[in-house]
């Protein structure tokens, strides 16, 4: 492998495999942020990723900023399923060619969906139940588990027609820790040169596809909100009440308003569906 082929097998602009909520539109934004407000190549600087999700953020932030240190924290288990990529990629490449005949998105008939379940149900390897869901169900589906979607009345046909990128220096020299954010945030309040990531599963939206969505609610966010201080990069959405939530605290001067006036904000739409569109929003303060 040449060196330019090994500098391109660490460039990230998406997560390896299936992850939602994973900030690739936001990405330009977001190292745009890290370099107009870290210095360099970030020497002295931390940089926590408090809700790691798939890496990407981590992994974008250690390639922009190397001297940095960086710190992914693994909630959803996201490092067991690259570690067995190569079981995901053989089980896509089996269902592909069972369905080599059927049109893209087409509705599989109940004989081929039963053909499908027989084969996924024989496979010997680990099973991905993300990526199997993005396979066989459209977008907007959170079956967290492989029975539930087995049990589903309907399948489509959505199989990924290559596979998927091995992960080649993916956190590469990024720390990886797994723990909640009310052990985490606490390490890291009283350093200056600390910078908080924060995409938590947005408030008063499905959380079903996170592999812990029984976590975050309403007294979860207020807790994690005594914990917020710049500087820090927060994602959130029209979705959820974070924008409306921070003016609030900052009209009515409530504890700890000083900590989120004059952020700035950056907005981009997302589309569920032709018909369907959203605001995902990168609130900041350095």
């Not at 926590?48 to 710190?71: E, M, R, W, Y």
């Not at 539930?148 to 080649?168: A, G, H, K, Q, V």
């Not at 985490?184 to 924060?198: A, H, R, S």
């Amino acid at each position: 492998m040449s060196a330019e082929e090994v500098i391109m097998a660490k460039e990230f602009h998406q997560a390896p495999l299936p992850f939602v909520g994973q900030k690739r539109f936001f990405l330009k934004h977001f190292i745009s942020v890290l370099n107009n407000n870290i210095p360099d190549d970030g020497a002295g600087w931390t940089i926590v990723d408090v809700f790691g999700g798939s890496g990407l953020l981590a992994h974008n932030a250690k390639q922009c900023k190397p001297a940095a240190t960086v710190i992914y924290n693994d909630f959803d288990g996201y490092r067991e399923r690259l570690k067995h990529i190569d079981d995901t990629n053989r089980l896509r490449q089996g269902l592909s060619e069972l369905t080599a005949n059927i049109p893209r998105y087409h509705r599989f008939s109940d004989e081929k969906k039963a053909e499908l379940i027989n084969y996924i149900r024989s496979f010997d390897g680990f099973i991905d139940v993300h990526a199997l869901r993005t396979w066989l169900m459209f977008g907007a589906r959170q079956e967290k588990t492989i029975k539930e979607i087995l049990e589903n009345n309907n399948m489509y046909n959505c199989i990924r027609r290559s596979d998927y990128r091995y992960p080649t220096g993916y956190l590469d020299n990024v720390e990886v820790t797994s723990q909640s954010y009310e052990s985490l945030m606490p390490e890291y309040f009283n350093q200056p040169k600390t910078l908080l990531i924060l995409d938590p599963p947005y408030l008063s939206t499905s959380q079903g596809a996170y592999n812990k969505s029984e976590y975050f609610g309403m007294i979860k966010f207020l807790k994690l909100m005594q914990f917020v201080r710049p500087p820090f990069i927060f994602f959130s959405s029209t979705r959820s009440e974070l924008l409306q939530y921070l003016d609030y605290m900052i009209e009515g001067k409530l504890e700890h308003y000083h900590r989120f006036t004059n952020y700035q904000l950056i907005n981009i739409t997302a589309h569920i569906s032709h018909k369907i569109n959203y605001e995902d929003n990168m609130i900041y303060k350095f």
